[in-house]
Each structure stands twice: as structure tokens, then as C-alpha cells.
């Protein structure tokens, strides 16, 4: 299973943009790049998902560097709701398995 | 209208015991698994189903044994319950398992704890 390194904690301010980062320097061709969420006492949410190209939905962007050795999940207007933990998980054609790290916490300041 | 239930949300048990946690989906997927998170929130596959088949199965003791009567359920059965066993157990579905696009959608846990 390809590995990800994660901040462990971010903290930022309520509607400001925040920029969480990923390296994933042993991605190979065929993983996908994964971001999944954990608000307290819930199951984790699935964020966004992308393998070479930006992308944005109506939850977050994300920005994939070129080299796909790192990748940012942007949220651009950070709420109270958007404190939890946030996972970037390479997903493997095949793998049928997501393999969670230790995460970043993000802190969302009033 | 929820996509990923599971219950009970909690189970306070003694050692030794043994216990059932339930799980369905009704969103019509095809694969489902079981996570553990333990003390240290590090959240771990346990099994995956696809199509009531075991596809994972991660070097899990034996003492715990997964059951998929169709398709929308899976249910994890533990005998003979141990300390090391409390943890938060979700579940969770994708749609096929086996792209790397598939999402999971999890289900709101089920808290155990053996005493």
C-alpha cells in the first residue's frame, strides 16, 4: 500500500480558505488520490477524489501537483462544521480496501 | 433516510461474551466492510464482502466472523470477547470495490466496550 505523510494538525480561521497538503511520493499510475473525513463521534465521509487533474465539488477542490507526488485538499470557506479529521488515501485499481493514516486534525478557529 | 446503518450504536459487554453487530445498506452496493478504530483512532479494515463473497479478510483472529445473508447486510459476530476487543467497529459500501473511483460510505459506528 502506497504511503501518504499528513500534518498532524492544522488550525485556521472560520471563513478563511484552508489549504491542507498530502505527500504521496510512491504513488504509481494507477492510484487514485482519496480524501476522506471524520467529524467527531461519526464515521468517516468521503471528500473528494481525483488521479491527475484538479478537481473541485460543492464540498471542496483539489489541487494535484504535476508530478502526482503531492496533492492539497482545499476548503475555501472553512466552517465550525469543517473541524475533523481528514485522510488522504491512495486508492488502488483493485485494492477493494481503503488504508487510513493518521490523518490531519483541522481546528477551526471562530 | 439513512444509507449505512448500523446497530447497536453502543454494547457494554463482559469479557468472554459474545456478541453481534448488524449493518445494512440500502443503497444497492455491491461490496461491503467492517473497520475497527481502536484507543488510538487509528481506523483499520477488518473484511470486505462483495456480493455476499469474503474478498479481505486482514489477518483477523478467528474470533471474529463476519456474516452476509444478502447483498445489503453484513454483520460481524465476535465470540469470547477480550479487553483488546473495545473499539469503535464501523461499517461502510461501495459500489463495486474494485475501482479505484469507488467511494465508501460509512455507517455511524457502533461503540464496544468489554469490561
Known amino acids: 500500500d502506497a504511503k501518504t505523510t499528513q500534518p498532524n494538525s492544522m488550525e485556521s480561521n472560520e471563513e478563511e480558505p484552508v489549504h491542507l497538503p498530502c505527500n504521496h511520493s510512491?504513488?504509481?499510475?494507477?492510484?487514485?488520490i482519496h480524501w476522506y473525513r471524520q467529524l467527531p463521534s461519526q464515521g468517516p465521509e468521503y471528500v473528494i477524489h481525483?488521479?491527475?487533474s484538479n478537481v473541485n465539488n460543492r464540498m471542496a477542490s483539489l489541487a494535484i501537483a504535476e508530478d502526482r507526488k503531492s496533492s492539497t485538499l482545499i476548503l475555501h470557506r472553512a466552517t465550525l462544521r469543517d473541524a475533523a479529521v481528514y485522510y488522504c488515501i491512495l486508492m488502488r485499481q483493485g485494492a477493494q480496501k481503503l488504508v487510513f493514516g493518521q490523518g490531519t486534525r483541522l481546528t477551526i478557529n471562530p | 433516510d439513512t444509507a449505512v446503518s448500523q446497530t447497536p450504536k453502543y454494547l457494554v459487554t463482559q469479557m468472554g461474551n459474545d456478541k453481534s453487530i448488524k449493518c445494512e445498506q440500502n443503497l444497492g452496493h455491491d461490496t461491503m466492510y467492517w473497520y475497527k478504530q481502536d484507543s488510538k483512532k487509528f481506523l483499520k479494515i477488518m473484511f470486505s464482502?462483495?456480493?455476499?463473497?469474503?474478498?479481505i479478510n486482514e489477518t483477523v483472529p478467528n474470533r471474529f466472523s463476519p456474516k452476509s445473508p444478502d447483498k445489503a447486510h453484513l454483520n460481524l459476530h465476535i465470540n469470547s470477547l477480550e479487553l483488546g476487543d473495545s473499539a469503535v467497529y464501523f461499517c461502510?459500501?461501495?459500489?463495486?470495490?474494485?475501482?479505484?473511483?469507488?467511494?465508501?460510505?460509512f455507517g455511524p459506528g457502533t461503540r464496544l466496550t468489554v469490561l
Open positions: 461502510a459500501s461501495s459500489l463495486q470495490g474494485l475501482a479505484g473511483t469507488d467511494t465508501q460510505y
Open positions: 510512491t504513488i504509481s499510475g494507477t492510484d487514485y
Open positions: 481525483g488521479l491527475t
Open positions: 464482502y462483495n456480493n455476499k463473497e469474503l474478498i
